[in-house]
């Protein structure tokens, strides 16, 4: 059986994607790909949905990114919990203070936080984490609702929160700055293989090598090879082990 190589990270929902949207999807049939694909307010949410019917490799999350709390999160609510049966995961959810410097904005974004963590509570789904500057405060709070499957992606933390990650059980996900950051191949390097998840946070552009090009999901075998080498995994391995850690990040 060959293994899936799976983005747990990916807004393939972006606009940038629209008009390439079946390539994409040829692409990853024919690479045995899948994506976790994740939205950031009600309307991407929809939109998001309505991919995951065209391709089952579209896992679909849903939920409000922490820079977008003016979203009306009661309609979102009434949309999630409608199509629950059909979504994947919940996310991009989590907190940012760089997008909510104000104390009131920012408790705003922990109440959106903690309804939407509500929510993957209540049906059992994985929820994929933006943690920028505030991996402390959402380790602090994670463990008072009962969801066994997180990810923080594009971990950013130091060592000693990556150790506070893994002592929650947290998966954590690396994107392509694998492939040439020194302090990202150090935190891999810290982490449980078995608790490794990776990511192109596409469309987000990087630097170096991907040359601030739009990021694609074609970048996977690139971020997979530069992990294999890191580990000292064979790319095979490191495939099928990887398939694992998002199986079980999925509960498939
Ligand atoms: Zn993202």
Known sequence: MIPWIIDSHIHMNDQEYDLIIEYISNFMSQNHMKACCVSTDYSSSIKTMSLSKKSRLFLPFVGI??????????????????????????????????????????????????????????????????SRNAINIICSIIPSYSISNVSLHWFDGSQKQLKLAMD?????????????????????????????????????????????????????????????????????????ILEKNSNNFLCI
């Open 65 to 130: 990114h922490p820079n977008q709390i003016e979203d009306n999160i009661e309609l979102f609510m009434e949309f999630a919990e409608h199509n629950i049966d059909q979504i994947e995961g919940i996310g991009e959810i989590g907190l940012d203070k760089t997008y909510n410097p104000s104390n009131s904005e920012f408790k705003k974004q922990i109440a959106y936080f903690m309804i939407q963590l509500e929510l993957a509570e209540k049906f059992k789904k994985p929820v994929s984490i933006h």
């Open 168 to 240: 929650l059980g947290f998966f954590v996900s690396y994107g392509p700055l694998l492939v040439y950051a020194k302090d990202k191949q150090s935190l891999l390097l810290h982490t449980d293989i078995n608790k490794i998840l990776l990511e192109t946070d596409g469309p987000v552009r990087f630097s170096r090598c991907f040359k601030h090009r739009p990021t694609q999901i074609s970048f996977m075998p690139s971020i997979l090879f530069a992990a294999s080498k890191l580990l000292n995994v064979s790319y095979p391995d490191l495939t099928a």
